[in-house]
C-alpha cells in the first residue's frame, strides 16, 4: 500500500474564500468515487495558524505504483491538479505502509 500526501500552499494574492481556489477544491471533491484506484480519499482546508503551515492537503491511499500510476493520469485527477497548478505551489510524498 502507498499513502500519497500532496500540501499545497496558496500563491500571494490568493486567499481560501477566493472563487479559483475554491474551484480547486471542488475538483478534488468526489475523485474516490470517479477513480476506482483510491482505496481511500481525504481533502480538506488547513486548520492551523502556524505560518509554516500549508492551506489544502489531500491525504490517499492506493495499492501500488501501478493504482497511484493510473490515479495521477485519470482525466478527472489531471483536471483537478490543473487548476490548483494555476494558484499553489505543492509538495508530494509517497510511502509504503
Do not use: C
Not at 479559483?20 to 481525504?42: H, K, N, S, T, V
Amino acid at each position: 500500500m502507498i499513502r500519497h500526501l500532496v500540501l499545497f500552499k496558496l500563491n500571494d494574492g490568493i486567499a481560501k474564500d477566493d472563487e479559483r481556489a475554491l474551484a480547486a477544491a471542488e475538483g478534488f471533491e468526489g475523485l474516490d468515487q470517479q477513480i476506482p484506484e483510491l482505496l481511500e480519499w481525504q481533502t480538506g482546508w488547513n486548520i492551523s495558524p502556524r505560518e509554516v503551515a500549508y492551506d489544502y492537503a489531500i491525504n490517499s491511499l492506493v495499492a501500488d505504483q501501478d493504482a497511484l500510476q493510473a490515479y495521477a493520469t485519470h482525466p478527472a485527477h489531471v483536471a483537478a491538479a490543473a487548476r490548483w497548478r494555476e494558484i499553489a505551489t505543492l509538495v508530494v510524498a509517497d510511502f509504503e505502509v
